[in-house]
């Protein structure tokens, strides 16, 4: 919901910016979940709008975007979508995303390594 994805956000930038005020680089997470059945197309709607909503929140804290280090996901279908996407897919629509909606700021991106 649109209250959900507010808090989340909101909470990341509190975050941020209290590990900012001490000094500490935080690392920022702005999560979609992946389970249900939607198809990458979807998962790349909402994941524009979570990114969208912490980085304004973000800014909105006066979180020093040069002083974090980002954690996203990449954008996939839903785990339980009948439709699979191709590594160069996931890839084409994870950096999208990245260019879309990460500010030139930020000096970090770590994705991680399993899953």
């Known amino acids: 919901s649109q209250i959900a994805l507010r808090d989340c956000a909101y909470g ?29 197309d979807r998962t790349f709607e909402v994941a524009q709008d979570i990114w969208a909503e912490t980085f304004k929140y973000l800014a909105d ?26 590594p160069e897919q996931v890839a084409e629509y994870t950096l999208k995303m990245l260019n879309r909606r990460v500010p030139p700021a930020v000096p970090g991106i770590m994705f991680l390594s399993g899953g």
């Open 61 to 86: 804290n006066k979180v020093m975007f040069e002083g974090i280090l980002l954690k996203p996901s990449m954008v996939t279908p839903g785990a339980e979508c009948p439709t699979r996407s191709n």
């Open 12 to 40: 990341l930038a509190r975050y941020a910016a209290i590990a900012q005020a001490n000094g500490l680089v935080p690392i920022v997470e702005p999560e979609v979940l992946l389970d249900g059945e939607q198809d990458i």
